[in-house]
Structure formats: C-alpha cells, structure tokens
T-cell receptor
C-alpha cells in the first residue's frame, strides 16, 4: 500500500497562481521528505527536500511546509509559470534507509 | 541532463519473453537504484546496489533480477514477461549514502504485447 498519500491527482492554475500539493504519511520513522519534479519524457529530478526539524523551507519559488504533529507536508509553487507544468512527486524515507517511498504524483498545469 | 544513461529508450516484446535493461550511473556514483513507474502503481522502488552489492530490496518480483558490474553499470533483467509488466523503468544513481539526492535517468519504456 502507498506509504505516502498525495493529493490532488491533478490541478490546473492560471499563470501567477499558487498550486498547492499535499502529502500525508503514517510512519513516524520517516525523517527525510524530498519532492521530485518530472517533465514528460524525462526522469524525475530532485526539486527540494526537508527534514522534520524545520517547518518550512524555500528554494526560489518553491516552498515546502511541514507539520510534524499532523504528519503532513505540502509543496507550494509561488507565482507559477507555464514552465512549471509537470508532475510532482512527494517522497519519504527513514534514517539510513536507501528506499524512497513515493506518493502517487500530482500533474500540475499552469495556463498562460 | 542528469548524467545517468539508460538503454534502450523503448522496448516492445511479447509475453513470456525476457529483456535486459541497462543503466550507467553518473561518474563517481557508487549506488544504482531501479524503479518501475506505471499508471496504476506510481513510482515503485525495486532494488538498489552499492558498489556491486545488493543493498536494499523493494517490491521486486521473483521474475526480475538485477546486478551491478565492476564498472558500476547495472542491468535489470525481466523474464517471463506479462502484460502487466508494461511500464517505464527508471534507473537512478547517487554517491552511496542513504537519503542523498538520487539522479534519475530518462527511463526505458517497456511494452509487452
């Protein structure tokens, strides 16, 4: 079963809007939460990652918010651009674990 | 370009056949990971090798096997193929420690007819 639940499955926003993707997990042993971005025909690429000791991390227009008590984390894309149209995957892993458990993915479309 | 190469890009075969997918990691990377991406299962971790040794195993079927060679390239062997094995197969590589960035290749799209 999916260890990381991701929603929504897809979303469409206008240019400049803020798409928000949510992920939830049950395993409290998870302590590393990366987000990957995948363009059509390409492999996933690391976008940004967070650990539970911080509640928010920003890299450019991408922000991760982390709520440890709720076991949830989310990705916000500020001032979204058509070039941000891609599928986004959240993931999680445990300390000293090489395995990444991925969410089901969210396809984001940013309309010009 | 991640620096990870995978061949072939596309593969079409019939049920019951066997295929080999090949992956060359980024220069300097010792770990290789294999993932399967399908519409209904998403991205599933299959197996990981570090410097020639199997280190972690995920949802890999017994019909599937992998190895990493001394030059660090890896091969994923899929045998007795079924229609449900049709998917994108990704290889990723990293330096070798847990929880570090994994760099994904472009994938091999397998279609089993």
């Amino acid at each position: 079963q999916q260890q990381v639940k991701q929603s929504p499955q897809s979303l469409i926003v206008q240019k400049g809007g803020i798409p928000i993707i949510n992920c939830a997990y049950e395993n409290t042993a998870f302590d590393y939460f990366p987000w990957y971005q995948q363009f059509p025909g390409k492999g996933p690429a690391l976008l940004i990652a967070i650990r539970p000791d911080v509640s928010e991390k920003k890299e450019g227009r991408f922000t991760i918010s982390f709520n440890k008590s709720a076991k949830q984390f989310s990705l916000h894309i500020m001032d979204s651009q058509p070039g941000d149209s891609a599928t986004y995957f959240c993931a999680a892993s445990k300390d000293n674990d090489y395995k990444l458990s991925f969410g089901a993915g969210t396809t984001v479309t940013v309309r010009a | 370009d991640s620096g990870v190469t995978q061949t072939p890009k596309h593969l079409i075969t019939a049920t019951g056949q066997r295929v080999t997918l090949r992956c060359s990691p980024r220069s300097g990377d010792l770990s290789v990971y294999w993932y399967q991406q399908s519409l209904d299962q998403g991205l599933q971790f299959l197996i990981q090798y570090y410097n020639g040794e199997e280190r972690a195993k995920g949802n890999i079927l017994e019909r599937f096997s992998a190895q990493q060679f001394p030059d660090l390239h890896s091969e994923l062997n899929l045998s007795s193929l079924e229609l449900g094995d049709s998917a994108l197969y990704f290889c990723a590589s990293s330096r070798g420690r847990a929880q570090e960035t994994q760099y994904f290749g472009p994938g091999t799209r397998l279609l089993v007819l």
